[in-house]
């Protein structure tokens, strides 16, 4: 069945998700499994081969349906059941799909499966459920267990589903969604019929989903099929803003990075710039790199994301690692902050001296721009899953060209806030250099310390920042 078009809506879990939930019906003589699945724009993008079978573009309701029956199939042979220690085999009693609107003009999908299986004509048993994998996609996993006509007496299953069958995520739940892949109950006779409202399942809806208000305009780009020189230039300049906002938001680190590697040291806006292309190129080829994957209909993308976060966090880490030791190394050693090659600030024997280029502090904890160009390729090797939906998204409208152009602009605006934040660190550098030029007294010694410490404190913000990506990374791929 296809679903009335609505509002596009990004999916909380992000669009590379296959959210799935199992409701179970314990009744005397049957067990009945309420099985449902929300796959993301990437998934549904990546089934459209499978549905599409006459090759005209359009998804029919016989399509559909013949794809929900194959589909509903899997999910049965895939799911596991025991009663009373013997293994049962679920089977497919009805199977529907739905699509509906998602970002950059991509559809989602919703299946909906109904399976059955035999139980004790009593209503006595005791079951073990075993959710299907799947394509081992991440995504929001839940199982419910109720009775009719019978009293479960021991359930490790709540009752209700939170999402109310996926249609409803709650915000709270969104950064550790459930897990719930198998499920162990006792059932008894006795207890209230279900009545038909309870069995009958709440009609599903898109609601608002996850994504800010600024990935949803990037990604909407795309919808429109009609491209005017106006509106592309529009258009243009929106993705380019965006891939700005995009540095900012939180929990990227982006901008942080590149902060703290322009404050570690002698930083020179060539190092700035390179920190920022970098960033862009590595983003930029990944965006590319992953839609051509989902183009060829592979099921590794997921995996490929969340073991690039890994990489990611681990070359960081790694950064801040080496940067972290050699500040403390030269720190023990006393060098590095009272030498006379370049810089002007208090020495330890109770002057102080200006020399040459005072104007320009020189840490010897400055990565290098190799280091530099490390950190960038880090910082811009996990690609931006609306980027990514962006291309893939025009690419399907046939207008892949705008695509890429949409993606360059908004490694451009990317580039452009990096490079900010970095020249902003330098010239703060350079300010705190001339302030300990000019100072005397208490404020000074303030200022004195504070740019000893410095190199440390940098390099233990790309450190710490490091280990935070690592393990993000790892609990997505392994969770």
């Known amino acids: 069945m296809l679903a009335p078009a609505g509002a596009a809506h990004a999916h909380p879990l992000g669009n590379f998700t296959v959210s799935q939930y199992d409701g179970l019906t314990v009744r005397p003589g049957e067990l009945r499994v309420d099985h449902v699945e929300d796959l993301a724009e990437i998934p549904a993008a990546q089934q459209k081969d499978r549905i599409d079978r006459n090759g005209d573009g359009t998804a029919d309701r016989a399509e559909l349906a013949a794809w929900a029956r194959e589909r509903c199939a899997t999910a049965a042979r895939g799911s596991g059941l025991t009663v009373d220690g013997r293994r049962e085999r679920p089977r497919s009693a009805s199977a529907t799909a739905a699509t509906r609107p998602g970002q950059a003009g991509l559809p989602t999908l919703r299946l909906e499966c109904r399976m059955t299986a035999r139980l004790p004509s009593d209503g006595r048993a005791a079951l073990r459920f075993r959710a299907a994998e799947g394509d081992g996609a991440p995504g929001w996993r839940e199982i419910t267990a109720r009775g009719d006509r019978t009293r479960l007496i021991a359930s ?10 996926l249609t409803t995520y709650p915000r709270d739940v969104l950064a550790s969604p459930p897990a719930r892949r198998s499920a162990a109950v006792r059932a008894v006779p006795g207890g209230p019929a279900l009545s038909d409202a309870a069995e009958r399942p709440p009609a599903g809806s898109v609601l608002p989903r996850g994504a800010d208000r600024w990935t949803q305009a990037l990604t909407g780009l795309v ?21 700005a906002l995009h540095a900012l938001a939180p929990g990227h680190g982006k901008t942080m990075m590149a902060a703290a590697a322009a404050a570690g040291g002698r930083s020179s806006r060539r190092d700035v710039l390179a920190l920022g292309l970098s960033v862009t190129v590595t983003h930029t080829l990944g965006v590319f790199a992953l839609g051509a994957l989902i183009a060829a209909g592979s099921a590794a993308a997921p995996s490929v994301v969340a073991w690039l976060g890994v990489a990611s966090g681990a070359l960081v880490a790694g950064a801040g690692a080496v940067l972290l030791r050699r500040a403390l190394r030269m720190r023990r050693n006393g060098h590095g902050y009272g030498h006379s090659h370049g810089h002007s600030h208090p020495h330890d024997h109770g002057h102080d001296h200006e020399h040459g280029h005072d104007h320009h502090p020189h840490h010897p904890t400055r990565p290098g721009l190799r280091g530099i160009v490390l950190l960038g390729f880090a910082g811009g090797l996990v690609p931006s899953p609306s980027a990514v939906v962006v291309l893939v998204g025009a690419a399907a409208l046939g207008q892949a060209w705008f695509g890429f152009l949409l993606v360059v602009a908004y490694g451009a605006g990317l580039a452009g806030t990096l490079a900010a934040a970095g020249l902003l660190a330098v ?8 302030q300990l030029v000019k100072g005397r007294g208490a404020g000074a010694r303030l200022l004195s310390a504070a740019h000893r410490l410095a190199p440390v404190g940098t390099a233990a913000v790309v450190l710490l920042l490091g280990c935070g990506l690592l393990l993000k990374g790892a609990a997505t791929t392994l969770g």
Do not use: I, K, M, N
């Not at 490790?156 to 069958?165: G, I, L, Q």
């Not at 592309?232 to 929106?238: D, E, F, I, N, R």
């Open 427 to 434: 010239r703060l550098t350079l300010r705190l250099g001339e």
């Open 156 to 165: 490790d299953a709540p009752t209700e589903s939170v999402s109310r069958r």
């Open 223 to 243: 919808a429109r099929h009609h491209l005017t020189p106006a509106f592309a230039a529009l258009a243009l300049a929106t993705a380019l803003l965006l891939g």
